[in-house]
T-cell receptor, first 114, second 112 residues
Framework: ETGVTQSPTHLIKTRGQQVTLRCSSQSGHNTVSWYQQALGQGPQFIFQYYREEENGRGNFPPRFSGLQFPNYSSELNVNALELDDSALYLC?????????????FGEGSRLTVL | GENVEQHPSTLSVQEGDSAVIKCTYSDSASNYFPWYKQELGKGPQLIIDIRSNVGEKKDQRIAVTLNKTAKHFSLHITETQPEDSAVYFCAGANQAGTALIFGKGTTLSVSS
């Protein structure tokens, strides 16, 4: 069974640039969620994707957008980067039909905005 | 809005002692409460969870208790070991069931 994998692991951008982060969900999972984890804080929900559509969104502006592909992998795009966007971005996959709520997290992509 | 508060923020214990972390939540509709462990440089990993129709759940050295009336739940780790050192997060599911609302975390240090 393959776990959740994310790329890249680290990246540095400058303010105003755009970034794309990628996630491959765990085998057999059909739902992908993205979380932002600032240093010393708990993860904060950005959005969830199911059947290639957004299935819930947290308190993040529209410059945070996402995609889910037919193979259930996903992308997180952030436009017009701000300094406060510096954080660890976590992808988590789950199986929506199980309704267990259990999320399986990847190791994250650490974004630094200068 | 939905909120989960967690304390203490740091906890230091001697190997073999017990550790207790407490959380409170605001949304009475929440019905799922997981606990995650996050080691340095890694993503959070589920260690135990509890649903609102259960008051207590145990898995070896780890137990979770839930008081739905008071809207608080706790993680209990007995016979702590150095490898238990990590950041622990409690969480509650949002009303739609699409997201987890996390506490700010507790850094547990177990010294031998």
């Amino acid at each position: 069974e393959t776990g959740v994998t994310q790329s890249p692991t680290h990246l540095i951008k400058t303010r105003g640039q755009q970034v794309t982060l990628r996630c491959s969900s765990q085998s057999g999972h059909n739902t992908v969620s993205w979380y932002q984890q600032a240093l010393g804080q708990g993860p904060q929900f950005i959005f969830q994707y199911y059947r290639e559509e957004e299935n819930g969104r947290g308190n993040f502006p529209p410059r945070f957008s996402g995609l889910q592909f037919p193979n259930y992998s996903s992308e997180l795009n952030v436009n017009a980067l701000e300094l406060d966007d510096s954080a660890l971005y976590l992808c988590a996959s789950s199986l929506i039909q199980e309704d267990t709520g259990e999320l399986f997290f990847g190791e994250g992509s650490r974004l630094t905005v200068l | 809005g939905e909120n989960v508060e967690q304390h203490p923020s740091t906890l230091s214990v001697q190997e073999g002692d017990s550790a207790v972390i407490k959380c409170t939540y605001s949304d009475s509709a929440s019905n799922y409460f997981p606990w995650y462990k996050q080691e340095l440089g890694k993503g959070p990993q589920l260690i135990i969870d509890i649903r609102s129709n259960v008051g207590e759940k145990k898995d070896q050295r780890i137990a979770v208790t839930l008081n739905k009336t008071a809207k608080h739940f706790s993680l209990h780790i007995t016979e702590t070991q150095p490898e238990d050192s990590a950041v622990y997060f409690c969480a509650g599911a949002n009303q739609a069931g699409t997201a987890l609302i996390f506490g700010k975390g507790t850094t547990l240090s177990v010294s031998s």
